[in-house]
T-cell receptor, first 109, second 116 residues
């Protein structure tokens, strides 16, 4: 059974600082990994999908890396803004998604 | 192309009543997944359906919960005789027909169920 862990559980940084969010998974035989953003009381917004054959994926200020052999993915958010405050979730599929508990990010203006 | 639609967005029920949650997948998607997010907990898989078939319901509670995805119309998650512990956000996701497995899933806005 796939277990997904996210560290840290919460993170508070001043505006402009870079963010580093970690995700680890126990079964390295994954097909892809998704990063999501969830705002309080809202749904999930897909940020990045990394296929197992890729080592990283970029979208604007977001960059996600994937190391299957070590069972890790890292989401980097450059030059954080108050609007980046949210909970960030990583998930890996075995057709159904196994989610980490998330990292709640607060960016202070 | 509209995204995944869920309704209602908020649903209030008294203990013992039935709750019916609806999900319309994205156009062209024939795979639907339901997830539940209990207060202060992570998202947990409940059930995976294709048109007229339940593929995996390993995450569904054994009693009171059922799901369907008919040939026509939305997918329905049905909770009978609701209890306070059913209060949660229920999310639906859809993905395209899988020529290759494990396509990206797209999520709806969720239905927030409150049981009084």
């Amino acid at each position: 059974k796939q277990e997904v862990t996210q560290i840290p559980a919460a993170l508070s940084v001043p505006e402009g600082e870079n963010l580093v969010l970690n995700c680890s998974f126990t079964d390295s035989a994954i097909y892809n990994l998704q990063w999501f953003r969830q705002d309080p009381g809202k749904g999930l917004t897909s940020l990045l999908l990394i296929q197992s054959s890729q080592r990283e994926q970029t979208s604007g200020r977001l960059n996600a890396s994937l190391d299957k052999s070590s069972g890790r993915s890292t989401l980097y958010i450059a030059a954080s803004q108050p609007g980046d405050s949210a909970t960030y979730l990583c998930a890996v599929p075995d057709y159904k998604l196994s989610f980490g508990a998330g990292t709640t990010v607060t960016v202070r203006a | 192309n509209a995204g995944v639609m869920q309704n209602p967005r908020h649903l209030v029920r008294r203990r013992g009543q039935e709750a019916r949650l609806r999900c319309s997948p994205m156009k062209g998607h024939s795979h639907v997944y339901w997830y539940r997010q209990l207060p202060e907990e992570g998202l947990k898989f409940m059930v995976y359906l294709q048109k007229e078939n339940i593929i995996d319901e390993s995450g569904m509670p054994k009693e009171r919960f059922s799901a369907e995805f008919p040939k026509e119309g939305p997918s329905i998650l049905r909770i009978q005789q609701v209890v306070r512990g059913d209060s949660a956000a229920y999310f639906c996701a859809s993905s395209p027909a899988q020529g290759q497995s494990y396509n990206e899933q797209f999520f709806g806005p969720g239905t927030r169920l409150t049981v009084l």
